[in-house]
Nanobody
Framework: DVQLQASGGGLVQTGGSLRLSCVLS????????IGWFRQAPGKEREAVAC??????????ADSASVKGRFTISSNNANKTVYLQMNSLKPEDTGVYYC?????????????????????WGRGTLVTVSS
């Protein structure tokens, strides 16, 4: 049974930092890709970043405008995926979710698609005050 547990959200001022964690259990860790997604109030859920656990390859969603500010990484020994968020902006506010899926490399090079991720954890709320 695939389980994902996200944590690390909170309230931070503009320009601040947070690190989100996603602890994984119940499946072969390195057989999957783990994505971080977020949903702002009144908006659709969007992709933020993704990491292929076997290769360690990372991808960032252009639409989320996080390149250079957010970094996704993994600790395979602890079965944990992180999202380090720096230079936070009010528009980064939302509920952040981690999810597991098996999108191929070719597909990820095009973009991170929510439909490729079938197992989702409960979200963690990030609020960036102006």
């Amino acid at each position: 049974d695939v389980q994902l547990q996200a944590s690390g959200g909170g309230l931070v001022q503009t320009g601040g930092s947070l690190r989100l964690s996603c602890v994984l259990s119940g499946f072969p860790f390195d057989h999957f890709a783990i994505g971080w997604f977020r949903q702002a109030p009144g908006k659709e859920r969007e992709a933020v970043a993704c990491i292929q656990l076997f290769y360690g390859t990372t991808y960032y969603a252009d639409s989320a405008s996080v390149k250079g500010r957010f970094t996704i990484s993994s600790n395979n020994a602890n079965k944990t995926v992180y999202l380090q968020m720096n230079s936070l902006k009010p528009e980064d506010t939302g509920v952040y979710y981690c999810a597991a899926g098996q999108p191929g490399t070719r597909r990820l090079r095009v973009g991170i698609d929510l439909r490729d991720f079938g197992s989702w954890g409960r979200g963690t709320l990030v609020t960036v005050s102006s």
